[in-house]
């Protein structure tokens, strides 16, 4: 504003003999770094490479800077903030879930590409969920409920065929509540009679969905699982 202002006062005289002069190109001043001068400086930047880093390990690449900014200085200052508790949170799992799904892209279309493919094999059926099984062997008697324990042996693989678990190397089969596994288990079994093997073809969203499972199974991971049912426990 005093620039402007000054320059309303120069005489005409003024403005021409500028005009006349050869333009030099303006150099934009340079914004400086902030400087660390302190502990709390430092703690401060460290705070925000240590966010940013998690934040980029989970897939978010970006983010609206004024109004983060924005957000840490309304919650200190005791502001009412813009969004209300529920809205924050449902906001940052769109944002999580937006960049896991961008991120584990390739995994997810592999799946997708298997699950099509798969289903046009003989022998193979897939269920209303989704979810594909094909028996190589028959077994007889009852079917186990969701709500039943049943004792079987199991091997699971990646789409790669690497091998993530089998109680058939430990030679100890696993009993287990078909309520308390992942949603293709409870359905696939229930499917079952004792004596029988199926194999599971099991899309990500009826296996271990969009977090995994440890280092062996990655996000968004369709899973094959050959399970033989030995006998149905009980409730």
């Known amino acids: 504003m005093k ?8 005489p005409l005289t003024t403005f021409t003999a500028m005009a006349q002069t050869k333009k030099h190109p303006v150099k934009k001043a340079l914004v400086k770094a ?13 705070f925000g490479t240590s966010m940013a880093t998690n934040l980029k390990n989970n897939g978010v690449t970006a983010l609206n800077y004024e109004l983060f900014i924005q957000g840490l200085k309304d919650t200190f200052t005791g502001k009412t ?5 529920d809205k924050t949170q449902t906001a940052i799992n769109n944002l999580f879930a937006g960049a896991s799904k961008k991120k584990y892209a390739g995994i997810i279309a592999e799946g997708k590409t298997f699950l099509e493919n798969n289903k046009k094999t003989a022998g193979v059926k897939t269920t209303a969920s989704g979810l594909q099984y ?3 062997k028959e077994g007889s008697g009852a079917h186990p409920a969701a709500t039943d324990t049943v004792t079987a042996h199991y091997k ?3 789409l790669s065929g690497k091998q993530f678990d089998s109680s058939y190397d ?5 009993a287990l509540p078909l309520n ?14 004792p004596g029988s093997k199926y194999k599971f073809f099991i899309p990500y969203n009826l296996a271990y969905g969009e977090r995994g499972a440890g280092q062996d199974i990655p996000p968004y991971s369709t899973l094959i699982f050959e399970v033989e049912l030995l006998k149905i426990n009980g409730k």
Not at 180 to 193: A, D, H, K
């Open 81 to 85: 903030p813009l969004l209300s508790g």
């Open 34 to 46: 902030p400087a660390i001068k302190n502990g709390l400086d430092s703690a401060s930047y460290a």
């Open 170 to 174: 430990r030679n100890e089969p696993l």
């Open 180 to 193: 308390r596994v992942i949603p293709g288990w409870t359905e696939g079994i229930q499917l079952m009679q």
């Open 134 to 136: 094909i028996v190589l």
């Open 3 to 10: 620039t402007a202002f000054i320059a309303l006062l120069l």
């Open 156 to 158: 699971g693989t990646l």
